[in-house]
Structures are given as C-alpha cells and as structure tokens.
C-alpha cells in the first residue's frame, strides 16, 4: 500500500524505496507466519514432550521461555524479527536524513495558516523517553538533529508506515480512525468543543477526531519537538486546522475542564506506571463536566504463561521497557487514583485495524468525568 | 601435435597454494557475535533485494524499449501488477533464505 503523497511526506528514491519494500515483506512475513509459527512449535512440538517428561505443563512465563529457547524456529526467527526492526529504522532514516533540510523549511508555520505550532524552548525531556529508545528506533521520539528539526517525526511517520506494510492506510490513521468512531458509538449526543490527543507523535491519530468531530477544535501534543513540527506541517499540507504544542501529557499548561474529550493511542504502553496514572489525573482535570477520556490497552493480563511470552515480544525484542509494567496495571483502579468515580470506567473493542483474525482486536478503557 | 605444449607445462606446474604458511590465522569472532552477523545478513539481503528491483525496473524500461539511464529508472512508474509480483518475489526469496529457520521445529538435540 502507498502512503498518501503531502510536502511533509519523504521522497524515496529508486533504490531506498526498494529497501523499505524489503523491510515491509520481511515485517509481514515475521507477523503472518514466523511469529504465529512459534505458537505451533510451542502447542504441537515442545508442550506435549515437556508435559510427557514432566506431567505438567510450564508454570510461567520463565519456564516456558526456557522451553522456546532450545527450539531453533524460535532464536532464528526472533533474531529475524529483531533485525527487520533495526533495519527499518536504518533505512528510512538513511533517506530522510539526505533531505531533511528540504522536510525541515516544509514543515516551518507560515502566515496565514490553519492551525497553530508551540515548540517550549525551555521543555526538559523526562529521563523515562530520554533513557531508552523506544522500538529501537535511535534517538527515540524527541532527539533533535538541529535546529527546526523533524527528523524524527518524518521518521516514525514513515517508518510506521513500512512496518505495518501499509496496513494502518495511506494515512497511518486507521488506529486514530477508529478510536474516534469507538467514541462517537459509545456517546451518539457528546458535542465535543475541544479534543486533546496525548502523545500525538506525527499526528496520524490527531487528524481522523477533526474529521469525527468538524466543529470542535483539534489539540496534539508531544514531548518530542520533532513530532509537533512535523505533525504540524503534515496538518497544514493536508489542510487541516490542528493546534500542536510540546508539552508533557501528564502536566499541560491547559486550564481546567478545557477539553470534553482527552484521548491517547499506542502511548501508555510506553510509560512508567506512574506516568500513566499522570496522564489519566491530567486527563481528569483537563475535562469539562460529562468529558470522556479514552486510551488503548486495559487488557487483563492472561493466565496462560505462553501468551504472556507471546505478547512481551517488543518488550524483549525491540525496547518497551515499560509494556511489562503496562500490562500489570490496575487500570480500573489508576482512574479513579486519577479522580474518577470507578462506576465512570469503561471498556470497550474494535476490530482489529489490519490482519484481522490474526492481530487482537483493539481494546479501549476510558472514564466520564461526573 | 601443436597444441600439447600447454597441457605439457601445465601437468608439470603445481596448483597455486591457497593457505599461506606461518601464523595460523587470529581467533576473531566470539560466540556471542553471531547475532550480530545474522542482523547483518538481513540487511545484506535487502540489499540483493533491491538490486533485484532495480533489474526489474530495467526490463520494465526494455520492454518499453527505452534505455535504462539513472534518470529513466528513477522516473519509472510501476503498475499495481508489477508492485504485486515483486512482493510475491520478495516473498519467494525470503522463503528459500529462511528455509532453514522454518524446516526444524523439534529441540535443539531431539529428533521430531
């Protein structure tokens, strides 16, 4: 599938764009068939001989990754799915880096725009984004190249693009597409004036609640300068009035009950405990009076040790440190740590956006704000 | 006959030797280096996988009988059949080269 074409999107040249082909079917034939693989090799070959030898299947997860490690499907094909995530980072980087100046004057606000752009000088990066790069992806979401730099916006924008092969649209948004549809099911009369994306990186799960809501106004936001500036930009090329600004999510300069809908994707699966529970107080005082907030995860960890292993892969494989604390967490119980009345969760799924019957659906845990 | 003094020099003339002699050679890689070399290989396939490409795209520009200059192949504009194939192609590749991945699934030791 081909990303839709704006003047922030990357060029790629003959050959760069023949790489980044390569990583997406590496990508896709580790997700569709190396990955579930190993489910088979582990249910059909390594749990019947550890049961016949030791009457009893693995006790937990440790037990069951000492199993996976004496198969050799599992290391090769682990280590394949750990190179194909360097080598997506790797390749898109090396041709947006060749261009960046170009993307950089692109994505600079101009007058007469639509939306708007507040970059803080003064912004310390928290040492949790600081310390890791997430995914593996080097200089994670926030490093800076240089001045007006979006490198690493450009470079999650379309490194996430390669390695979905495509499978969240032309416009990376069928995660932010259908959160905002979850939201507009779940409260048909909501008449949202504001929204606020947390953690808004490139801006491809910003963009579909302006197209869900045409009359409120849309906010992003980022710690990462990079991400503003180019989801900035990418906005404006694509004519859509969004305010983006660089700040923490779990300590904004908004006013109270400024927003009727707060909302983060694929973010709290990369905070600190503690940083999640920020996000949801923040989210309870940025909320106006019967405002909802809704963010992916809140799953209930599984019983079965196997599963466990299977979804900690990015945990162990490609840099989430903070998935094994996410998973833990009593979601229901950091709401109403956050401020809300715990009768004011809920949950909720989509199907999945991409490789439905083989990815899990979406899940959603939100709260009302009484 | 003519042509048998070159047989004749060459069934008297050694072969070249092909190790050289003295110090054996260094120690170089450790044990735990062969995951690096395993991510290398994976980049050194996109790279075949990109030459492969770039021949396609130069029978694409010869059977629109056009020369396959730098700027011709960066300009070449694939069909969604073409980009299709390639992905099978990719696909193919990426089968044959992780075979050995695939093909055993017992435990390191037993036998299936």
Redesign the interface.
Known sequence: MIQERHALLPEA???ES??Q???S??R??FTT??FP?TR??YQ???LP?HVARHGQPPADQREVSK?ME????YR??N??G???Q??LW??VGESIERQLDTLNAAAKPKLGELGTLTIDPAFQVPRYIDAVDIHVMPGNFHTELGEDDVFAGALYDRGVHVFSFGGLGPRNDGLGVAHAAFVKERFPDLKPRRILDMGCGPGFTTLPWKDAYPDAEVYGIDVGAPQVRYAHGRAEAMGYPIHFSQQDASATDFEDGFFDIVVSMLVTHECPQPVIRGLFAEAHRLLAPGGVTVHDGGLVASHDPFENLMTSWFGVNANEPFSAGFKALDFEQAFVDGGFAREAVFRGTRDPVYLKGQLPPISFIGAVKE | MATTSTTDASSVRQPRRRVARGQARPRYLAPQDIDRLAIMFVALMAEVSALRDRLDTHELLADAGMVATGEAIEAAVLSPERLARREEGRHAMLKRVLRVVTEETAPDGESA
């Open positions: 040249t003959h050959d023949a790489r082909d390569f990583v079917s590496l896709k034939m068939e190396l693989g088979r090799v059909e070959e390594l001989r199993l004496r198969s050799f499907y090769g094909s280590v394949i750990r190179a194909a360097e080598l790797d390749t």
